[in-house]
Nanobody, 119 residues
Framework: QVQLVESGGGLVQPGGSLRLSCVAS????????MGWYRQAPGKERELVAT???????IYADSVKGRFTISRDNAKNTVYLQMNSLKPEDTAVYYC?????????????WGQGTQVTVSS
């Protein structure tokens, strides 16, 4: 299985920036895509951004132009640079990895990191 550990969350003022990181560890798998999801209180978990091994990316409309996802395949690490943060970006952010082990494809999730945007 894939273990994911996130870091970089915290409290930031509106207009500020944060950078999230997520490191994948384990053995016996190859990672296809990695991404970030978020869940605000009382809301469903939603996609923020995802990046394929080829670096092809998808962003939620609400974060386009403000957030940038990137990955380091050699380090099995994915990053989320968040700029121009808004109060509505407040949520728990979860790292996701879609991986393959032999013929099995599966999703793994991190424990989540809190991002709070408030003055």
């Amino acid at each position: 299985q894939v273990q994911l550990v996130e870091s970089g969350g915290g409290l930031v003022q509106p207009g500020g920036s944060l950078r999230l990181s997520c490191v994948a560890s384990g053995s016996g798998f190859s990672i296809n895509s990695m991404g970030w999801y978020r869940q605000a209180p009382g809301k469903e978990r939603e996609l923020v951004a995802t990046i394929a091994r080829s670096s092809w990316t998808i962003y939620a409309d609400s974060v386009k132009g403000r957030f940038t996802i990137s990955r380091d395949n050699a380090k099995n690490t994915v990053y989320l640079q968040m700029n121009s943060l808004k109060p509505e970006d407040t949520a728990v952010y979860y790292c996701n990895a879609n991986a393959k082990s032999f013929t099995t494809v599966f999703d793994s999730w991190g424990q989540g990191t809190q991002v709070t945007v408030s003055s």
